[in-house]
């Protein structure tokens, strides 16, 4: 074989890696937000209302499929499907596709949470949320239909050193769905394909670990194209981004999805995690987009976040280094971090609160799910929406109007404070232990700026703090530790 020909099909290689990296923002969007088991039509009005206007890029919804009704309604049901059916606490199919059209319409990516790997536990009576049964100790499946020869043989996952045993073994006892089997295929290529005509942009795969990537790749390559008539490029393939849970010393590698779809770091919130947390030297962030110096997946390929449903309540992946929405300092000033940097495609998480690890969403007595109540800008009423929290949805605005641009003008104490400009549209400090006073280069042209992490500028002044820039670009930084907030940024738009 030629030269030549040996590089086209490099070439080709390389395009057809990349063709499930791209999440189809509209225009400079950046950032999406897990909406954490709400509602359709709630998430449609949030898409309207807030959403849209301050700058969000996409939603991820709770999985959409019909699941098994388990007893005090977990959270975790989500996870145990029991047919392709769109019904949910979330609402049905004809609320989802009106969701999708009117976030679409705002420029608002949706994206669903797709549990493919396998089935529901043992359960008797087992039915779901759209009044399908089934027999899960049989592995009788007659919503979907799957039968018993769809499945792997039942064995429980015991060493997550033996990839095989990972791949083909029951996660906590659901059934697992053997992804060989042509039937199998279909029947997920099929429930993809409809998500997709409903206009959805492309998908979370939950639990990809437990998947072989031959199986997954001959999944994805069976999805539509995305259509036009939703707004996406010609010929666009959706976002496909995997659940690969990879700290190293296992089976299983996260380097070994990356080059059929992109895969969500989980090593990425367990640094900032540590770091945040002054557990570990800020300084060091400095090569944070070193990715062998990280064990990281590529920028273009990855996924990113501080948390998400299962490590804020203490599964997956992280422990203790997991910052969430319970440690408000430090977990906005991840946020932060996340957001100003240029690596990944970053995700926010919007929660709601509990103090039970298996605690499903506020709810009415019959199960069903209320909606957020949201008062002065931020929910009240059992949710926590950190997607509303003022400082980071000023740092998404952040994100979208430095995005393109170098990381820049890096400073550190050599300890536990840092800062950075990305080229000449932004600059952050973030301050983790002492008080910082410096002179520091922002990189940015001269003029009175917002601090937005603090306020805003409104009525022509800053409500919060004000930074002078000289003339060569620097400016006197101050964070004392006595403040609410470690974290000052300033961009273009809240120059006075």
Known sequence: MSFFSLGFISLLAFAVADLHNDPHYVGDRTTMVHLFEWKFNDIA????????PMGYGGVQVSPINENLVIENRPWYERYQPLSYKIISRSGNEAEFKDMVKRCNKVGVRIYVDAVINHM???????????????????????????????FNPPCDIQNYNNATEVRDCELSGLHDLNQTKTN????????????????????RIDAAKHMWPQDLKAIY????????????????????????????GEGVSKFEYNDIASVIEFQYGIVLGNMFRGKDNLARLQNFDDENA???????????????????????????SILTHKDPKPYKMAVAFM????????????????????????????????????????????????????????????RNLVNGE???????????????????????AFNVEGDLREKLQTGLPAGTYCDVITGDVVDGKCSGKSVQVVDDGTATVEILSSESEGVLALHNQAKL
């Open 221 to 248: 390559k069976k999805i539509k194209n995305l259509s036009p008539k939703n707004g996406y490029p010609k010929n666009a393939q959706c976002y496909i981004y995997q659940e690969v849970i990879d700290l190293g």
């Open 339 to 398: 957001l100003a940097h240029p690596y990944g495609h970053a995700r926010v998480m919007s929660s709601f609160a509990f103090s039970d690890p298996s605690q499903g969403p506020p709810a009415n007595s019959d199960g069903s799910i209320i909606s957020p109540e949201i008062v002065n800008g931020e929910c009240v009423n059992g949710w926590v929406c950190e997607h509303r929290w003022p400082q980071i949805q000023q740092m998404v605005k952040f």
């Open 184 to 203: 199998v295929r279909d029947k997920i290529i099929k429930y993809f394909n409809k998500v997709i005509d409903l206009g959805a942009a492309g998908f």
């Open 406 to 428: 170098k990381l820049e003008n890096w400073w550190s104490n050599g300890k536990n404070q840092i800062a950075f400009s990305r080229g000449g549209k932004g600059f952050v």
């Open 45 to 52: 009005k949030e898409c309207e209302d807030f959403l849209g």
């Open 120 to 150: 529901s536990g043992n359960a008797q009576p087992a039915y779901g949320t759209g009044g399908t049964t089934a027999k899960p100790d049989e592995l009788s499946y007659p919503g979907v239909p799957y039968t018993s020869k769809d």
């Open 294 to 320: 990280w064990r990281l997946i590529p920028s273009k390929d990855a996924l990113v976040m501080v948390d998400n449903h299962d490590n804020q309540r203490g599964h997956g992946a992280g422990g203790a």
